[in-house]
């Protein structure tokens, strides 16, 4: 199952565009990649072990795909159906990585020392 993400530059846009994002998560961005660490965090206790993917989006794949389906781009319906496709494609990247495996979030840095320390 694929969750999605923004990467920086791409929250700040998607924010400007959609600013209703900001009624449940945090403009700055590293408090927004804790967000979505916590968020996931709290899925897995329902998975029944099936692992999430944490996948990268962009504003473009959210309202193609929302053109297409003749869906609200706005709608977090939407950005799942972007995070499904993607995921399905290969993009989503395991969760939780190992400790001392690169980050989910691309930093480069280990998640132990990064978003999930
Ligand atoms: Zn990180």
Redesign the pocket.
Known sequence: MGVAWFEEAEWQRATQRWPDLLDEMPAEHAAY?AAVEAKVKAMQPNLRGARLALVPITIEQIEARAAADGIDPASADARGRVAADRTRAGHGVLWPPGRNDG???G?G?K?KR???A
């Open positions: 990649r980050c989910w979030c930093s840095a998640y990064c978003c999930g």
